[in-house]
């Protein structure tokens, strides 16, 4: 399995305003998923990306993938206060291991 | 329909002590997880288990067991606590399938004096 290494570490915007965080990586994927961490909570998976689509939406959310950089970014847009959480990226690699590895994610502070 | 739950959800212990954090899910997943997350540090994989009798380490697993006898519960046992060992834990699980998506539990918030 590999890490994902989001930034930035922290970002504070306010609601209503949209926020981008970057995932980048290091070999070939499979897929990349993105998850959420409220304060004291477990995560929750938000969405996923295969390796062969560029662009997915969820709502609010909007993923992006490029293989070619080795990067992907999460969009929300018109972000609420319910927002406020830390978001990780989890890129998989090819098939054996069903392990993630989770990085230090970004902290996302929205102010209402 | 409880899907992944931990217990404790809080335990404080001392030093020396042997603790076993719960881990139940109700979905019949194959794979299950245990991460501990601290500052500065993010989320590091302890064990993980491909299936019921089938376990393997992680990144960090010093100082741990696991077993998993049946598929829905996968206890995480710290033989002989340490400060270092002062952590939250997540228990996760996923389906066999392709995506692999992890689903988490609640936490246990671990305090070794």
């Known amino acids: 399995s590999q890490q994902g290494e989001e930034d930035p570490q922290a970002l504070s915007i306010q609601e209503g305003e949209n926020a981008t965080m970057n995932c980048s990586y290091k070999?070939?994927?499979?897929?990349l998923q993105w998850y959420r961490q409220n304060s004291g909570r477990g995560l929750v998976h938000l969405i996923l990306?295969?390796?062969?689509?560029r662009e997915k939406h969820s709502g609010r959310l909007r993923v992006t993938l490029d293989t070619s950089k080795k990067s992907s970014s999460l969009l929300i847009t018109a972000s609420r206060a319910a927002d406020t959480a830390s978001y990780f990226c989890a890129p998989r690699s090819g098939a054996g291991s069903y392990q993630l590895t989770f990085g230090k994610g970004t902290k996302l502070s929205v102010i209402p | 329909d409880a899907g992944i739950t931990q217990s404790p959800r809080y335990k404080i212990t001392e030093t020396g002590r042997q603790v076993t954090l719960m881990c139940h899910q109700t979905?019949?997943?194959?794979?299950m997880f245990w991460y501990r997350q601290d500052l500065g540090h993010g989320l590091r994989l302890i064990y993980y288990?491909?299936?019921?009798?089938?376990?393997d380490k992680g990144e960090v697993p010093d100082g741990y067991v696991v077993s998993r006898s049946k598929t829905e519960n996968f206890p995480l046992t710290l033989e002989s606590a340490t400060r270092s060992q002062t952590s939250v834990y997540f228990c996760a699980s996923s389906e066999s399938n392709r995506e692999e998506t992890q689903y988490f539990g609640p936490g246990t918030r671990l305090l070794v004096l």
């Open positions: 070999t070939s994927i499979n897929n």
């Open positions: 288990s491909a299936a019921a009798d089938i376990t």
């Open positions: 990306i295969r390796s062969n689509e």
């Open positions: 979905w019949s997943h194959s794979y």
